[in-house]
């Protein structure tokens, strides 16, 4: 998830991560990569079938500090967010992989939200 | 004493002709894919066939290439580095039982193949994913074909419903079959069902491995998540009929596949927090992403 404001500034960017997660050899507390040599599983935060999975995100509307608080006259009260869901075979940095074929877009929007 | 030579006699003809009457097992890539040549399905079966040609299966040793590179992570990294008492310290030590690591879903007719070509698909997975395209090329000569689901794989419980016979395709009925080596078809009890597809899509730890490994979890999750959650729709409805995608069966890659995979809708709200009066009332913009999955396992999974 981004967000920008409207002159294009980037103020908020978060991500969260959904996988099975295993350890090596089906011991120990590390996750690892690897067919070979992941069993059992240490955590799962993978979507699971029928289930709603629910990310909350607060983004603070960018402004400038007045004694201590914000100054209402120069906070942008309109950003941009962007959420994208991104299917990742390989993992990776999804920043920097190569689309249709590190990575797979499952969903994209993009909304404005606006503060009185 | 005439008798016994007589036995000897008997003996020294019958043993070897016996082990000539045992299946032979393929030497070489070229030989295994000989063995499984699905080539003249073509001729009737031209959509199935070309929906295949697309598809995962039919580069299984390779991928997107992943598995090429994963194969050869395997071989390094576990069988040769961290796996320190396969007894594998260099290629030429492998045997078909340290690759059915992966083979035993990524190639399963590697069981008529004999230690010669578990050492050559290794080599070669090692080289293909260096970016050797020969070695790439050559890998691409197996992989999971007609034979295996519509013979190998078409019966699972063999004291049910016997063991796959030679010269059979397996499907949805029986009759006659319209090629020079497989004559017949019969039908399979599980063609339609989900568990022909788990025997490889998996549900966890190999245990039946010397050294388990830990690839697929879909069918583990389709059981135990999917449809306790009261999901009743089969693999072979969502991969190959719902999108009408037939034998090329994808996932993520098919954007239809993707869409109905998982709903995503985000609510968005803006107020002023006051979580700490001495800061004042903070300008906040609170968004809620409710994902969905409509998936028949966990996501991601493979």
């Keep these: ?116 | 004493m005439r008798v016994f030579k007589l036995i000897l006699a008997v003996l020294f003809i019958a043993v070897p002709l016996t082990a000539f009457a045992a299946e032979k097992k393929a030497n070489s890539i070229d030989e295994l894919a000989k063995m499984y040549d699905v080539s003249s399905c073509k001729a009737c079966h031209a959509k199935i066939y070309e929906e295949w040609e697309k598809s995962y299966h039919a580069a299984s040793l390779i991928g997107s290439p992943r598995t090429m590179a994963t194969i050869a992570s395997a071989v390094k990294d576990g069988m040769m580095k961290e796996w320190t008492k396969s007894g594998v310290k260099k290629v030429e030590d492998i045997k078909v039982e340290h690759m059915l690591s992966c083979l035993k879903c990524h190639l399963p007719q590697i069981k008529d193949a004999t230690d010669a070509v578990a050492q050559e698909i290794a080599k070669a997975a090692i080289d293909g994913a260096a970016g050797d395209e020969d070695a790439r090329a050559k890998l691409k000569k197996v992989g999971i074909n007609c034979l295996v689901c519509h013979n190998t794989k078409a019966l699972v419980h063999k004291w049910v419903d016997g063991e796959p016979e030679k010269g059979v395709v397996y499907g949805n009925k029986d009759g006659a079959h319209a090629d020079p080596k497989y004559k017949s078809m019969k039908k399979s009890p599980i063609m339609k069902e989900s568990i022909l597809c788990g025997q490889c899509h998996g549900l966890g730890p190999n245990f039946d491995l010397a050294n388990p490994t830990q690839c697929a979890t879909q069918y583990g999750s389709y059981l135990h998540a999917y449809v306790p959650s009261g999901g009743s729709e089969t693999c072979q409805d969502c991969h190959m009929h719902k999108h009408k995608t037939g034998h090329f069966m994808p996932a993520y890659r098919d954007p239809s596949q993707a869409k109905s995979a998982v709903k995503v809708d985000v609510d968005t709200k803006a107020y002023y927090t006051f979580y700490a009066p001495a800061k004042g009332h903070i300008p906040t913009a609170v968004l809620t992403v409710k994902m969905i999955s409509n998936a028949g396992h966990r996501i991601p999974d493979g």
Aim: glycine residues 8%.
């Design chain 1, 1 to 116: 998830m981004t967000a920008k404001t409207k002159d294009g500034k980037e103020v908020f960017n978060s991500s969260k991560i959904y996988m099975p997660q295993s350890p090596a050899y089906g011991k120990g507390d590390k996750m690892v990569y690897g067919p070979f040599r992941k069993s059992g599983m240490l955590r799962d935060t993978s979507l699971q079938p029928g289930k709603k999975t629910v990310e909350t995100f607060e983004i603070k509307f960018p402004y400038e500090e007045k004694d201590g608080k914000p100054d209402p006259a120069t906070i942008k009260r309109e950003i941009d967010v962007t959420i994208k869901l991104w299917y990742m075979p390989a993992g990776g940095d999804h920043k920097k992989g190569v689309v249709d074929k590190d990575q797979y877009l499952f969903y994209e929007t993009t909304k404005t939200v606006k503060v009185q």
